[in-house]
């Protein structure tokens, strides 16, 4: 049974940072991607990062590079998203998601996964 578990969330005020962590488990023939989609309220889910496991390469939306960063610790099975200088607009639940189909990464990018964890909340504000 394939499972993905965020966690890290909570309330942080602007300018300040966090790191999310997603532990995979299950996935028996490993996957081609894993990656961070966040959804804030009354808008459509957004991608924010990608690693791919092949040749551990990464990816960010334009609006994060350079705050975010995305690794994976392959031992632990274990994706983690590190945030920095976080800003009110980006209060939304964050999910942890895999692709096994080998999509390109603008399909990742696009929200376009197999795999979803249940998301958790990061809140920025003072």
């Known amino acids: 049974q394939v499972q993905l578990v965020e966690s890290g969330g909570g309330l942080v005020q602007p300018g300040g940072s966090l790191r999310l962590s997603c532990a995979a488990s299950g996935f028996t023939s490993g996957y081609n991607a894993i990656g961070w989609v966040r959804q804030a309220p009354g808008k459509e889910r957004e991608g924010v990062s990608v690693f791919v496991t092949a040749d551990s390469s990464d990816y960010y939306a334009a609006s994060v590079k350079g705050r975010f960063t995305i690794s994976r610790d392959s031992a632990k099975n274990t994706v983690h998203l590190q945030m920095n200088n976080l800003e009110p607009e980006e209060t939304a639940v964050f999910f942890c998601?895999?692709?096994?189909?080998?999509?390109?990464?603008?399909?990742?990018?696009?929200?376009?996964?197999?795999?979803w964890g249940q998301g958790t909340q990061v809140t920025v504000s003072s």
């Open positions: 998601a895999v692709d096994l189909a080998g999509r390109p990464i603008q399909a990742n990018m696009g929200g376009e996964y197999d795999y």
